[in-house]
Structures are given as C-alpha cells and as structure tokens.
C-alpha cells in the first residue's frame, strides 16, 4: 500500500527534556534530508538504517539553523508502520518541538490524524486491529498492572485464542455442511449434530471464561473505584493522603483543582485503585444528607470498593450504623482510626456488623496499620482470581460487546441443534459467531469502524 508522508509529535506534550517529532511514509526520509544535516554536512540518506545522528535543523530558503537535534533513520519495512521512518528527537518545551514539526510540515509532511501511525501499521498489515487496540490501551495504562494486560495483547495472545475459537467454529460449519450435502443418509445426522454440540459447547465456554477476566480488565485499567466513607473528622482525608504518600500517586490529565469530590488513582500492591473521598462533599452537613445527595449516592453506587472509616476514640453514633446499613451488599473494608487515642469503640459491635468483612485498625496519625489496609484490598482483590499473569484478560470494551454478541449466537445455534431445528438455520448463526469474533482481530470489520478506532488513539501514536 502506499500513503503520503505523516507526521506527529509522538511524546506526551509539555512532558520530559526530550520530544519526538515522527515521520513515516515514502517520503520521510526525502523530507529529513531538505532540512537535516550532519556536522559534516553528509545527509541522512547516506546513512544506514537504524542508526541515530547528530545535527541540525535548517530553514531550506534562509538556511537558518532551527534547532540542534538528534536523528533516528529507520527504513522500512522494520518499522512500527512498515514504512520509513525517521524520529527527529529535539528539545521538549513545546515552543522548540512545535517548531520542528511546523519546519517538516512546511517541507512535504502532512500531519498525522489521531492513530493514525498505528493505523497504518494495521493497514500494512504489521498488526492485527486487538493489536492495535492494545497499543491504545498502553498509552492509556496507568499502572504496571495494566500495562501487562495490554502487552500480552499486543503479543497477540488474544488474538491466537479467538483464531482457535474461529477455527473450531469452521469445523462445527464443515459438520454442517456434511449434513446439509447428503441429507439423505439418515446417520449422517446423528454423527455430525453431537460432533457440532461438542464443538459449539467448547467455544461457548472459552467465550465465557474470556468474559468472566473482563470485569477484572476493566479494573485494571481504569482502577478500582474506591470510595472512602465515613463521619466527619474519623479520618477519612487523613487516610487518602496516607495512601497517596506511600504508593506512587498515578498521574491524571484530569487537573484536581475545583471539584468536590477529591479523585486520586494510587497503586497499591499491584492493584490499581481509584480513590475517591466523600469528604469534599458538603463536609459540614449531616452525614445522612450528604448520602442523600444524589452526587454521594451515584458516588457510591458505582464503587467496587469501600473503605467505610469508624473512630477508635468514639462510641459507635447511629450514623455509623446507618453507613453499615447503606453499604451491606458492598465489599467493604471497615478503618477503625485513631487507635492512638483510647477505646471507645465497641470493637465486638465493629466485627459484628462488618460480617465476613475484613476489619483493619489505624492510626493515620502515627501512619501505624496502613501496610495491613493494603494487604487487605490487595487480598481482596487476588482473592479466589487466577495468577494476572497467565490470564489473557479482555480489557477492550468493544471487545468485550463483541464477545457477548457471539456468545448469544453460539448459544442459540447449541439450543437450535438440541432442539432438532433444520441445520441451515443453525448454519446461520454459527456463520455470524464466527463472522463477530473475527472482528476483534480485523478480519471482516467494516473501512467505517477502522476509522473509528483509529480516531480515538492519542495524536502521534
Ligand atoms: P475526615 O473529616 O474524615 O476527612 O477526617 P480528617 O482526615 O480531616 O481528620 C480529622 C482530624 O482527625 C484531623 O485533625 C486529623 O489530624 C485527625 N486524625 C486523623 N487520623 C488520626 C489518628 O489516627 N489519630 C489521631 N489522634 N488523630 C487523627
Ligand atoms: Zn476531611
């Protein structure tokens, strides 16, 4: 295929000492070399591939030096796009960078569409279209976690596990059209509809076991919702600030300045946790109304995780109670804080109303019964799930869509064959399985959809 000549800023605007303004496309090197030279005045084209130069950056009319910059030659087809590439790595204040990319505009380059260097690695065929959802989903990865979940993806594991459910869906089409082509041998049925059923019933399991890891992908990458609950002053702003200190605070693009629920993503243990305080809600007001603010209320809703903070040094107040009562069918972690003042608490009553939830002691303010806290979320979250690391969790949310919908085919298809329905009827939504579960790798999805995706990528990926 060929294409024009694209470029991005490929490094994360306004961040690091360094950005990288990418090319890729036939002319990438053309254009490198009317505007780049070496100190020995050689240009880029003389050079091999894969190698990285010194030099500087010229205006082609005035012959003013525009920057000094260092320059990768990648020649395709062993590139990310399969075309030539060249990376001009220059100074990273969004001034000098801008520059560069204006200069190779001005010289031939058009500028790239959001994904549009990943689109081209798929339209070239170096990936597949879950590949490249995954390396989307790596530019979005917030923790380490989740930045493995993406890059098994990449590997292609997804990718070989839906193949094999395509290729056995292939074979329960081949039984059918056994059945089909000699309906007049009467065993001819009784042979292939058990053979389909096995076949059918075995991907149908294998699309239920890839959906069962999806609710855990989701986590992963966007955190477990996690919302600290609690009376006024038990702590609660305390203990986010003590989790965000210990644990790497993930960086957010969202600026946490003016709204009144304080939102920070912290790392702990490997799990990657969206923290949300309810303090910054109408601190001042009854508890009981503050629950009653519609906010609070969809807030808590859509936790998957609460951290419900009790005063050591108080009795248990019917507010309390009531909190226990509103998160009952929760997970739960109950915070008993302040353990550095005396008892108050009723800690029998705690257990008591906490269930089978864990019950951990603190005292944020000798930061004494946090590492407990993090092992108790982390357990709880491990808990009873397979190794992260064996699993090819689907993280994608069309993805995701995609495999329910096979999944309902291949479920009718089990119901029509058992039931005795004419096999062409069953042919139909096999076909249609096998037809929705090839559009996760990018067999038959429509030009529109690639778009689409494509679309939603950061600009210069
Ligand atoms: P929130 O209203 O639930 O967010 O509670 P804060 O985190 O704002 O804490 C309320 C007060 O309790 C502050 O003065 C904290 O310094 C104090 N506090 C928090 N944790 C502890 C603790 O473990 N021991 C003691 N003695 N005071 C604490
Ligand atoms: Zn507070």
């Known amino acids: 295929m060929e294409f024009d000549t694209i470029a991005a800023i490929s490094t994360p605007m306004g961040e690091g000492a360094i950005a990288i303004v990418r090319l890729s496309g036939d002319q990438a090197v053309e254009i490198a070399d009317r505007i780049f030279s070496l100190p020995s005045g050689k240009k880029l084209s003389s050079k091999k591939s894969h190698t990285i130069h010194y030099g500087h950056l010229k205006e082609v009319e005035t012959g003013e030096v525009v920057e000094e910059v260092m320059v990768s030659l990648m020649r395709g087809p062993k590139t990310f796009t399969r075309e030539d590439v060249v990376e001009i790595n220059c100074h990273g204040g969004l001034v000098s960078v801008n520059r560069v990319l204006q200069l190779v505009l001005r010289n031939g380059a058009r500028m790239a569409e959001p994904g549009e260097f990943t689109k081209r690695a798929f339209l070239n065929g170096r990936i597949d279209l879950s590949q490249a959802e995954a390396v989307m989903d790596l530019i979005r990865a917030k923790t380490d976690r989740a930045m493995n979940v993406a890059l098994n993806q990449m590997d292609g594991k997804l990718s070989r596990l839906i193949n094999q459910l395509r290729q056995a869906l292939i074979e329960v089409l081949a039984q059918v059209e056994v059945n089909i082509d000699y309906p007049e041998y009467d065993d001819v049925e009784e042979m292939t509809i058990p053979l389909m059923l096995e076949k059918a019933t075995w991907v149908k399991s294998e699309v239920e076991k890839l959906l069962q890891t999806s609710s855990q992908g989701k986590i992963l990458r966007e955190g477990l919702s996690t919302v600290i609950l609690g009376r006024p002053n038990v702590g609660k702003s305390s203990l986010l600030n003590s989790l965000v200190q210990e644990n790497k605070a993930i960086v957010t693009d969202v600026a946490g300045t003016t ?63 009531r909190l226990f009562d509103t998160i009952q069918n929760m997970d739960y972690i109950v915070v008993v804080n302040k353990t550095d003042l005396t008892q108050k608490i009723d800690i029998d009553e705690v257990k008591q109303l906490a269930g089978e939830r864990r019950v951990v002691t603190t005292s944020l303010l000798q930061e004494e019964g946090v590492a407990e806290l993090e092992e108790a979320i982390a357990a709880l ?19 995701i869509a995609l495999l329910h919908q096979a999944l309902d085919r291949i479920q009718d298809a089990i119901t029509a064959a058992e039931a005795g329905v004419p096999v062409d009827m069953i042919q139909i939504d096999v076909t249609r399985a096998w037809e929705i579960l090839g559009e ?22």
């Open 440 to 461: 996760i790798v990018g067999d038959t999805v429509q030009d529109s959809l690639i778009n689409q995706l494509f679309s939603q990528f950061c600009l210069g990926k």
């Open 381 to 399: 979250f491990f808990e009873g799930s397979v190794e992260a690391n064996d699993l090819t969790y689907v993280s994608n949310a069309r993805h």
């Open 259 to 321: 709204r009144d629920i304080i939102e920070e993503y912290v790392n702990v243990r490997g799990v990657p946790l969206r923290l949300v305080d309810t303090a910054g809600i109408r601190e001042t007001e009854d508890i009981v109304e503050r629950i009653g603010v519609e906010r609070s209320r969809q807030v808590l809703k859509e936790a998957d995780l609460i951290l419900l903070v009790v005063n050591y040094h108080e009795e248990l107040t019917e507010e309390d109670r």
